[in-house]
């Protein structure tokens, strides 16, 4: 299965267009949202091409290939004008036969684990930064799961770009909103 990973999005109907491009161009079975779809939040600036019906009418478009999870930013009143469910904060997903736990990362995260006892990825957003590196539970041993976060469509923070990930045949591969792989990595 490829899986096409994004977060971040705020509102910003430019980068949706431009992330929806690269998922018809990666030809990915579907695509998994991390959360803040439509509002930009009190923290972030206005991003460019800031449209929130406008990317709620885009995202609408693929609503039967998306999977999404909950941010910080978004809200019930989100719900209504979104065609896929956006209220869980979190979801596990078996892909390449290894078990995926999605969230936010407002919620769940590095900073307070969810149960990973089956789950060997820990896919989060909300920080902006792309990163992966191993992280451990008490009582789970050495490594518990890898952390890991495609970093921001929209609003990149701590010098990253706009980016995206996939997950295909046991890699993460990091990508610009234009489609340049920075990044790749096994799990």
């Known amino acids: ?16 267009r431009k992330l929806l491009e690269r998922f018809d161009e990666e030809k990915a079975e579907r695509l998994l949202l991390l959360g803040d779809l ?36 978004d809200s019930e009143v ?8 956006i209220t869980s904060d979190y979801l ?9 736990f999605a969230t936010h990362g407002h919620v769940y995260g590095p900073h307070r684990l969810p149960p990973l006892s089956s789950c060997e ?8 930064v792309p990163d992966y590196y191993p992280i451990s539970s008490p009582g789970a041993g050495d490594t518990a799961c890898f952390y890991c976060n495609p970093g921001s469509v929209s609003i990149p923070k701590g010098g990253s770009v706009r980016s995206y990930m996939i997950i295909e045949d046991g890699k993460l591969i990091w990508k610009t909103l234009e489609g340049e792989v920075y990044r790749t990595e096994r799990f």
């Open 92 to 100: 596990y997903l078996p892909i390449d036969g290894k078990m995926i």
């Open 1 to 16: 299965m490829k899986l096409m990973i994004a977060s971040d999005i705020h509102g910003s109907a430019e980068c949706c």
């Open 78 to 85: 989100d719900q209504t004008v979104l065609d896929f469910p």
């Open 38 to 73: 439509l509002y930009h939040g009190t923290r972030n600036a206005l991003p460019g091409g800031y449209d929130t019906l406008e990317a709620a009418e885009l995202l609408n478009g693929y609503a039967d290939s998306i999977m999404a999870v909950r941010g910080n930013c």
């Open 121 to 128: 990825l820990l896919l989060c957003g909300h920080t902006h």
